[in-house]
């Protein structure tokens, strides 16, 4: 996610422009499902070194365009390109939420050196057993003791790449617990250390899964760029979202 650390919001613009393609072909009328809107757009995820089934803080800046590009308050729905999942878009003010369901995750035997190994902290106790969860991007939970010790961690992102590519896991989210309801977080999945993530919202989906709560997510402390995400619950449902802005400054 692209945010301006002094009001947490996305950066619409230039999310979209790096991290989300938006093409396809929407769905007719008659085709979408009961009770959803039809969809108006396929999204298709792409990190400089592999693609991705999910990226919600690129689907929440593209979701801004499309709400501009449609001109209405009302949810739009798109779907994935990977998967054909899909994503229900909704406003509520100046906030963008994305409406997604718990998707199946790879059923791994996970041992307590893994973590450790792929974290590069042989002497790290983790605050909690990992997990593996999905919102539709699986990721492997690890709960650290402390925002010291996340901050801490210098993890061995070439392991962590094997691994998940192997082990069918878009990479580990380190996180700590920072009050009630509220966590804080880095994602470990890009194989370059400057290119780790501000935010991510599939992660903060699956901890709001593996907590059973709503969350208010802080993420981005390590490359400058604080971020707030806020998710919740709605029936089987979960909601991550948080403010969008479009970024008028040039993009290069």
Sequence with gaps: MFVDPV?????????????????????????????EPGSV?????????????????????????LFEQHGSGAPLAVKT????????????????FVRLTRQEAPALELDTALPLRLLAAPDLVLASAPRVLSVGSPKLLLEVADVDTLY?????????????????????????????????????????PMLEDSATGVAAGALTLLLGQGL???????????CLIRTGLEGDAVLVGGLVSRNVSPVA
């Design 41 to 65: 757009a396929v999204l298709d995820y792409v990190y400089p070194h592999m693609r991705s089934p999910l990226c919600l803080h690129a689907t929440l800046a593209a979701a801004q365009l």
């Design 7 to 35: 009001d947490g919001r996305v950066d619409a613009q230039l999310g979209a422009q790096l991290s989300t393609q938006v093409g396809g072909q929407a769905d007719a009328p008659g085709n979408a499902p009961e009770g």
């Design 81 to 96: 390109a990977m998967h054909g999942q899909t994503l229900v878009l909704s406003r509520a003010g100046e906030h963008v």
């Design 152 to 192: 801490g961690l210098q993890p061995d992102l070439a392991l962590i790449h094997v691994w998940g590519k192997n082990a069918g896991v878009n990479g580990c989210y380190a996180w700590c617990r920072t009050g009630e309801g509220e966590v804080e977080g880095r994602n470990f999945n890009h194989l370059e």
């Design 216 to 226: 208010s997510v802080r993420q981005g402390r390590a490359t400058g760029q604080a």
